[in-house]
Structures are given as C-alpha cells and as structure tokens.
C-alpha cells in the first residue's frame, strides 16, 4: 500500500461531541489521499470513549491510546507513527471545510519553496467573526501568534525544528513550533478563504492560559528558548506588541461608547448602589 500524501494528526483529551465534528470533516474532504491518526491522550470521558471506538472502524484512521502527557507529545506520537509526506495538525474541537486539503496541498505541490499553507478561520463557540492569519514571519511571530495550528506543512520541517516542545503544557506548542519554523527561514503561503474553523469553550485550553500568571511564564519561556531570535529581533517586535495593545485597547474604547454599553453600565452601577447595605 503506498504512503498518502497528507497524514492528519489528532490529539484527543475528552472532546466528547466536538470529536465527531473533526472526524466528520476529514471524511468530506475532497482530496481523498490521506490517513487521519488519532492519538488519545489517556480521555476517560465515556462519549469520547465511544466515539474513538467508532472511528477506529473507518477507512484511513489510526486511533492509538496512550496516558495523559499533552497535546504536544501526543502530536509527535502522532507524526513518528503518520507516513505522509505533507503534516496537517488538526485538534480534536475544530473542523475543516471540505476544500481544506485540496486548495492547499495544491500549494505545496506546486511551489517547491513554500513550506507552510495557512487559511483564514472562521471562530465559533465562544468567539464568533473570522481570523484572517498570518504574516508567517518574524518578527510578527514573535510578538505574537499570527497562525492557528491547523496548517498544512512538509514533513520535514517537524524533523528540523526537534517536533512540539512537551513542555508547553497549559498552551503556545503550537507558537513555539511555528517560532523554530519561521526561525530556519521557511516560507509560507496564505490561501485567503475560510478553511478551518477554530472552536473556543469554557474547557478550552486556551482559557485557561490566560489565568493570572500564565501567559506571562508561557511567554517567558519562549523568549528564554528562542532568545538569539528575540534579541535579533527585539525592538521591532516590541513595537507589534504595542501596537497590538494600542489597537485592543482602541477596540475596547469604542465597544465602551456605545450606548447600549453605556446604557449597561448605567444599569450595573444602579444595581449595585440598590444592594448597598
């Protein structure tokens, strides 16, 4: 049996409905040549349970169960085990639209010097409008995140960067790996249409990383580990990040001049003055 062009990469942690919302959008997918490997890493939520039992039966899928040690580690079981030539990481709450694989492995089949493809993602569950990534370059990288994990990508590039750093537990595998990638100078192309779709919930992880006190290690920590870069780089990406801050902050300003938000506001403050004691 020949090796498929693309192997799909699937880390599962109690995903429970969602899981089937993924697994359901690599079976549409109008290119057909690929192989989806699912790792469960260690799930004890019984639909979750049900719904891997299932997919173990399709055509194309390897489910592997291992205990708990995180998405990154479970990626990387997923890539040692995938035999692919092009790598599409693709988590277990988000889905693609059918077109994904064929509008982007067209990429890279067709440019030599492109080593990454991303897609705009549209953002649904807990934060709704479209995310148009990229650049795919530093500095913009280093200031912040500028790509969702869902890319397409040369297999090799995971050999060369060392695959995803496990330490990064809570959140950033994913910046850290595309840092190491833009870092050896790989180019990347954009295709500007709405491919992947990216879910947020009250478990997502990335709630999570922004508690008090995490987001500040988990950026710590990649100054620390890409730090020639950091400093080859430093006041251009120090001026994204306030730009980035100047232009959250703007955001914040208008949505507060609204009137409907004024008109909140006012509410809020004469609730609160009527359960004064």
Request: aromatic share 8%; proline share 5%; net charge positive.
């Given at each position: 049996m020949s090796d498929p062009v693309?192997?799909?990469?699937?880390?599962?942690?109690?995903?429970?409905?969602d899981l089937s919302d993924a697994l359901g959008s690599v079976a549409a997918q109008t290119?057909?040549?690929?192989?989806?490997?699912v790792v469960d890493d260690g799930?004890?939520?019984?639909?979750?349970?049900?719904?891997?039992?299932?997919a173990r039966t399709r055509p194309g899928v390897t489910v592997i169960r291992t205990?708990?040690?995180?998405?990154?580690?479970?990626r990387n079981l997923a890539i040692?085990?995938?035999?692919?030539?092009?790598?599409?990481?693709?988590?277990?709450?988000?889905?693609?639209?059918?077109?994904?694989?064929?509008?982007?492995?067209?990429?890279?089949d067709g440019q030599p010097d492109v080593g990454v493809v991303h897609t705009w993602v549209a953002l649904v569950g807990g934060h709704q409008g479209v995310w148009k990534t990229g650049p795919f370059q530093l500095p913009?990288?280093?200031?912040?995140?500028?790509?969702?994990?869902?890319?397409?990508?040369?297999?090799?590039?995971?050999?060369d960067v060392g695959g995803f750093d496990s330490r990064y537990v809570e959140s950033a595998e994913d910046w850290d790996f595309w840092i190491g990638v833009a870092g050896r100078g790989t180019r990347a192309a954009?295709?500007?249409?709405?491919?992947?779709?990216?879910?947020?919930t009250a478990h997502s992880r990335e709630r999570a990383a922004r508690a008090p006190g995490v987001s500040g290690k988990l950026m710590r920590q990649l100054a620390e580990k890409h730090r020639a870069l950091y400093e080859a780089h430093l006041p251009d990406a120090l001026g994204l990040v306030y730009d980035e801050l100047a232009r959250v902050s703007d955001t914040l300003e208008r949505i507060y001049a609204h009137p409907a938000a004024r008109l909140a506001l006012r509410l809020r403050d004469a609730v609160r003055k009527r359960d004064e004691p």
């Open positions: 693309v192997s799909i990469v699937t880390p599962v942690l109690d995903a429970g409905r290119f057909t040549d690929w192989e989806h490997v799930s004890t939520d019984a639909e979750t349970i049900r719904i891997l039992e299932r205990d708990n040690r995180g998405p990154a580690a479970a040692e085990r995938a035999r692919g030539r092009y790598v599409l990481p693709l988590d277990a709450d988000d889905h693609l639209a059918p077109g994904f694989l064929a509008k982007t492995v067209a990429v890279l913009a990288l280093l200031a912040r995140c500028t790509v969702h994990v869902t890319c397409l990508f040369r297999r090799g590039l995971w050999s954009c295709v500007p249409e709405v491919l992947a779709y990216y879910r947020r």
